[in-house]
């Protein structure tokens, strides 16, 4: 099994940034993808970003890119989500996600972490 602990959620103005961090315990052999996702209110759970165990692989949702970046520290078992430019339409909790691939469906999932955008 895998743990995933999210952190780095807050309320921040449109413009401003955020980091989410997700450390991951237990079988981090199984982490070969790590990634996040959110869901905002009255909708769907939907991909954000994805980044290979070696970090070569990065893959970003059309509405986030030129925006977040993702990254990983294998050493530390964490992976990153640095968010510039938010808008209020980012407004969702973001959970993170780990498996041998993240999408459309991880094998983990963090518990989420609210991130709030005000206009």
């Known amino acids: 099994q895998v743990q995933l602990v999210e952190s780095g959620g807050g309320l921040v103005q449109a413009g401003g940034s955020l980091r989410l961090s997700c450390a991951a315990s237990g079988r981090t052999v199984n982490t070969n993808t790590m990634g996040w996702f959110r869901q905002a209110p009255g909708k769907e759970r939907e991909f954000v970003a994805d980044?290979?165990?070696?970090?070569?692989?990065?893959y970003y949702a059309d509405s986030v890119k030129g925006r977040f970046t993702i990254s990983r520290d294998n050493a530390k078992n964490t992976v990153y989500l640095q968010m510039n430019s938010l808008k209020p339409e980012d407004t969702a909790v973001y959970y993170c996600?780990?498996?041998?691939?993240?999408?459309?469906?991880?094998?983990?999932w963090g518990q989420g972490t609210q991130v709030t955008v005000s206009s």
């Open positions: 980044i290979s165990r070696s970090g070569f692989s990065k």
């Open positions: 996600a780990a498996g041998v691939v993240v999408r459309p469906t991880p094998n983990y």
